[in-house]
């Protein structure tokens, strides 16, 4: 799974229990669900509550652009070297950037995403 964020985490969750399979999850970002330390605190447990089935890879990519499948498994190699072997199926999680070229700089954090306030 590339991606860390709620749909790749959520996604890798079902994979893992559901078919009973190993999920490697490659994250650009240090905090799981791109949100707060203790969100990724919370769902790093509840990952590591069922050892050997998702392996977080974090501050890394890998470049997938196929989905494999009958292809049979691959190996891939993350731009920091680690290499991910037997991959029979990819599914790029990473989500999309919003438009907001339009917005003052001043409106927009660090990220470049709306600021927002407790009441939005």
């Known amino acids: 799974v590339i991606g860390g964020g709620v749909t790749g985490v959520e996604v890798a969750g079902e994979i893992a229990t559901e078919f009973d399979a190993k999920v490697t999850v490659v994250h650009k970002g240090a905090w799981l669900m791109n949100t707060s330390e203790s969100v990724h605190r919370t769902t ?17 990519t890998v470049d997938a652009t196929e989905t494999l499948g009958e292809a049979g498994p691959k190996s891939y190699t993350t731009a920091k070297g680690r290499k991910i072997e037997d991959v029979s199926v990819v599914l790029n999680c990473v989500g999309m950037s919003p438009n907001t070229s339009f917005l003052p700089k001043e409106k927009l954090d660090a990220r470049g995403l709306i600021e927002v306030g407790e009441s939005l």
């Open 44 to 60: 790093m447990a509840a990952i590591e509550a069922v050892p050997g089935t998702i392996d977080v890879v974090f501050n890394d």
